[in-house]
C-alpha cells in the first residue's frame, strides 16, 4: 500500500509564480467559476483560483486527486449531502491510503456564517471517514490552490507576498502561514515551506 503525505510539498508561492506554473496546464484540471460539483476534477492534478469564502478540498488516492472548490452560496452547499454522495461515488473514502487538505472559509462574522457550515460539513465528512488531512482556514487575501498527485505538491498561490513586500529568505514560511491564514492544522508529516 502507498504511504502518501505531502511532506515539505505545501508552498506558499506569488500568484506570479503560481500563474506561470498553471499557464500551460490543460483547462480540463482548471476548477473553475461556478464553483461547485460539476466543475470538479479528478486526474493527476487541479488547480483553482479565487479561494476566499469557499472551501477547497483536494483528497488524493493513489495516483489521482480530486479536486472541489465550492461556494457557500452555490446550489451544492445547500443540499451536503450531495457533495457526500458525490465523493462516495468518484473515489473510495474507505482507503486507507487517502489523504487530503482542506483550504479555505471565512470566520468571525455573520456574513461568513454560510462559509463557516460549509467548512464544517467538509471537516465532519472527513472525520467521520477517518480521511487524514491538513486544513488551512480562514485569513486574508484569496488564495490560488495547485496540487499535483504525480510530484505529491500543493501550491498555495497569494498576492500578499509581493504586496507586503516579504523578503522569504528572512520570513520562515510557517510564520507567513500563520499570518495569511487564521487556523492551520497540518499532520504530522506535513511541513510549509517556501
Not at 468518484?90 to 470566520?107: A, C, E, H, P, R
Amino acid at each position: 500500500m502507498t504511504n502518501i503525505s505531502f511532506q515539505s510539498k505545501i508552498r506558499i508561492i506569488p500568484n506570479s509564480k503560481f500563474n506561470q506554473k498553471t499557464r500551460n496546464i490543460d483547462k480540463n484540471f482548471l476548477i473553475d467559476y461556478p464553483w461547485g460539483l460539476k466543475n470538479s476534477v479528478l486526474g493527476n492534478q487541479f488547480y483553482t483560483t479565487d479561494v476566499l469564502d469557499c472551501s477547497v478540498l483536494g483528497l488524493r488516492c493513489k495516483n489521482k486527486v480530486l479536486g472541489l472548490h465550492i461556494g457557500p452560496y452555490s446550489n451544492d452547499s445547500y443540499n451536503f449531502s450531495n457533495i457526500e454522495k458525490f465523493i462516495e461515488k468518484t473515489i473510495s473514502v474507505k482507503d486507507s491510503s487517502l489523504k487530503g487538505f482542506l483550504i479555505g472559509s471565512k470566520m468571525g462574522f455573520d456574513v461568513y456564517e454560510e462559509s463557516e457550515n460549509l467548512f464544517e460539513k467538509f471537516r465532519n465528512f472527513l472525520r467521520n471517514h477517518k480521511i487524514q488531512f491538513s486544513e488551512l482556514r480562514g485569513g486574508i487575501g484569496a488564495k490560488n490552490i495547485f496540487y499535483s498527485a504525480e510530484t505529491d505538491e500543493l501550491l498555495i498561490g497569494t498576492d500578499l507576498i509581493e504586496k507586503e513586500q516579504i523578503n522569504i529568505n528572512k520570513t520562515k514560511a510557517i510564520d507567513y502561514a500563520r499570518h495569511i491564514f487564521e487556523e492551520i492544522r497540518l499532520l504530522d508529516q506535513d511541513k510549509i515551506s517556501w
